[in-house]
């Protein structure tokens, strides 16, 4: 059988398990689907399916495992790390659909919901009875719950509550074969291996997820925010530190670097100070007379490591004034430049300085700005490299000067992806992070879930060959990094 | 972690001799929690030599520790910089070691509030079955590059391989600790606890033996007080317990040295168990024969009992759970609740990925892993 035969063979038999509507295969309906946020890489998929029962979906998957399919599947498509790129001999399996809240426990602070809910949707639903889910990606009003379970999605807040893994009790789903499959529970933990940490973070490779049971936590009856500004980066990021050291986890800790500030303001008038070389903000959240003590013990530490202006929120309505800004900085760079590439790596905290300063260098070296927005309690890296994608030249040199800020991350000490996953993009810092041996474990552990290779097939754990040929290019350009690495 | 440690070539050079040669391993610590699991069997693959602290910094909250390190030199080293293991990990007997607490993956009254050991790990080297020392995760708090290996080892009971060095986040000691205690009934205690649970107040732990409720709050001095104040008055008879005594309450139920956990040779002879199970903290009381101990807010109910392995099982399994025999004269029920077709199934392959010839702790977790 020809290629063009097998697929419509394929497309009649799927057409047997779906209404009309909800497979898309024609270019024009497929389009929208070709790219994920990471908006650089785009692929055309064979078809897109928007299945809207369990059932359906456990037939698709039966279908492409006996014809050897390959299956991309995709939430909200905000992530910014190509993890949903369409493969072009696959399905690309929309959960838009499951996007029901199945049931809010307000005694037991659980929710149990579909996997194609928005992650402010389960907050929005768990408000009425005083609780929240607390992971809160700056996407949130879009991104979905499935989405954010396949990346272990974080936040803002997630410095003092946790990633999605800590808030994530259970999911429920299938294996690339079509069985269904739990992994945890409602209860604190499940017999035997923890598969469930294993499939959070794992980027689609592992298992398809419809339902996920999360934490919810009561909602602080107060939060205030300080923004302190500082005159050189190393004073704020020796403040990170100090606030640490000094026993205390603020609900949030972010920086932003002066043109970052700048491109922010411009965006939603928050009232950031202009002339700082980086501002952070800091927040407390808890009790009225908790929050009352942290701040002081805050501001103390701030003022002590130099800060030359400190702003408290007075309000709730100065409070989110404050974090507009942050929670904006993506969009807001799209109003500086034509486009720009956002990294996601993580650092040691104490070395937050030392990268800002070698950001510079590399703006220099590459010749590209770049705006820095930190989750800086985290260690966390948002560099936003300023490029026009147009430029096939601006491009190649914005794609080395990522590759150079994350490979500088894992020599300090830290990793190629904090929160926004490798998908695509990290494939070759993947190379320079883990051993061959690291990686070959990877694909077995890959294999132990999905033998046949068949979910999002390509992504996360590059292939021996791929790395080989990314060492060989670092040689060319004559600076290999990591000679002590095995390379095969 | 070095390759060209001599104590890390030896024990690479012990797994290769036993991969060649199919000999099992059984790898192990300070023996505190061998009745645990199913019954080691295998040649000691002694990890204490692997021992000390690689890296602390107490501003970056992370501690690095090779698997042999005791907890009790662990904990005393945070304690000094004013930090700790948030989790509480039990410690049964002295000597216990660090790599057998992320191998046991238990956790101690903390855990429904703060978190559980696999919450804290954040990086970890492994040798595994081929004699590869791999290291995934790191050291830094959020890591999503690759799978999340170190969390899948956590509480693998040493199947996947040997751990020899493991990064865990800490946290500052809570400025305030207060515990109070209630007379209350099963049913009346349980739906409490989900009403506290369900408001910002600064629960740590709680625990329920013989009609009498324990809770002990952490956090801020202020909240710790207030909340303290304003639950002793929320139910008759509630009262501030001494610091000291309550001390010793939270050591004995997390180290299990409370009489609750202790059995005379003559209790085991009759055939009574201690069983753990793990169910939301939503399910009603159990109605189970034998004597209870509540922990996490109803998650975690501990029983001593003389009922067959089935009822236990069901009792969790109708609940949404799953019961662990703990403590037994013998374990031919199993000592984890056995897994369905799927799971096992990926079980198996998880195994043969990663220690392929099984010589890592073969039948700890389950038979023929």
Known sequence: MTDIARQTDFLTALARILPAGAILARREDTAPYECDGLTAYRESPLCVVLPDTRAQIEAILKLCHAQGVPIVARGAGTGLSGGALPHPRGVSLSLAKFNRILKVVPLGCTAVVESGVRNLAISEAAAPFGLYYAPDPSSQLACTI?????????????????????????????????????????????????????????????????????????????????????????????????????????????????????????????????????????????????????????????????????????????????????????????????????????????????????????EQKYGLGCVNVFHAGDGNLHPLILYDASDPEQRRRCELFGADILETSVRMGGTVTGEHGVGVEKLNSMCVQFSGAEREQFLRLKAAFDPAGLLNPGKVIPSLQRCAEYGKMHVHHGMLPFPELPRF | MRSGDPELSRLVERVQSARAGHIALDIQGGGSKHFYAELPRGEPLDMRPLAGISSYEPSELVVTARAGTT??????????????????????????????????????????????????????????????????????????????????????????????????????????????????????????????????????????????????????RAAVEQAGKELCAAVPGG?????????????????????????????????ECLWRLSVPSTSPPLALAGQQLIEWGGALRWWRTEAPAAAMRAAAANAGGHATLVRAAEKRAGAFAPLGASAMRIHRGLKAAFDPAGIFNPGRLYAGL
């Not at chain 1, 499940?190 to 973070?201: F, N």
């Not at chain 1, 980027?203 to 909602?219: D, K, S």
């Not at chain 2, 948030?86 to 000597?95: I, K, T, V």
Request: hydrophobic content about 45%; charged content about 20%; aromatic content about 6%.
């Open chain 1, 146 to 362: 499935g989405g954010n379970v396949a990346e272990n999605a974080g936040g803002v807040h997630c410095l003092k509550y946790g990633l999605t893994v800590h808030n994530v009790l259970g999911v429920k789903g299938f294996m690339a074969n079509g069985e269904s499959i739990e992994f945890g529970s409602a209860a604190l933990d499940a017999a035997g291996l923890d598969l469930l940490s294993a499939v959070i973070g794992s980027e689609g490779m592992l298992a398809i997820v419809t339902e996920v049971t999360v934490r919810l936590i009561p909602q602080p009856q107060v939060a205030r925010c300080i923004m302190a500004s500082y005159a050189d980066v190393e004073s704020a990021g020796a403040a990170v530190a100090s606030i640490i050291a000094s026993g205390i986890i603020p609900a949030g800790l972010e920086l932003m670097d002066k043109r970052m500030t700048a491109a922010a303001e411009a965006f939603v008038q928050a009232g950031y100070d202009l002339e700082a070389a980086a501002i952070l903000l800091c927040e407390s959240d808890g009790t009225e007379i908790e929050v009352e003590e942290e701040i002081g013990r805050m501001i103390t530490v701030l003022r002590e490591s130099g800060a030359t202006r400190i702003e408290v929120s007075t309000s709730e309505a100065q409070r989110l004034r404050f974090w507009s800004g942050r929670k904006n900085a993506f969009p807001a760079s799209g109003g500086i430049s034509p486009d720009y590439m956002c990294m996601d790596s993580t650092i040691p905290r104490k070395r937050l300085a030392q990268m800002l300063r070698a950001i510079e260098g590399m």
């Open chain 2, 239 to 271: 009262e501030l317990l001494g610091q000291q005594d309550a001390g010793h309450w939270w050591d004995s139920i997390r180290d299990h040295h409370h009489a609750f956990f202790a059995f005379t040779a003559a209790e085991r002879a009759r055939g």
């Open chain 2, 71 to 220: 907890l009790a030199e662990l904990e005393s080293v945070l304690a000094e910089r004013g930090q700790c293991l948030a989790f509480e990990p039990p410690r049964w007997a002295p000597g216990c070691t660090v790599g057998g607490m992320i191998a046991a993956g238990l956790s101690g009254p903390s855990r429904a509030s703060a978190g559980a050991v696999r919450d804290f790990t954040l990086g970890l080297t492994l040798l595994n079955g081929y004699g590869e020392v791999l290291t995934f995760g790191g050291q830094v708090m959020k890591n999503v590059a690759g799978y999340d290996v170190s969390r899948l080892v956590t509480g693998s009971w040493g199947v996947l391989g040997a751990i020899c060095e493991v990064s865990i986040k800490v946290l500052p000691m809570r400025p305030a600790v207060a515990t109070l205690g209630f007379s209350l009934d099963e049913p009346t205690a349980l739906a409490l606890l989900l009403t506290w649970g369900a408001r910002p107040l600064p629960l740590h732990a709680s625990a329920w033996l013989d009609g009498r409720l324990t809770v002990r709050l952490a956090g801020a």
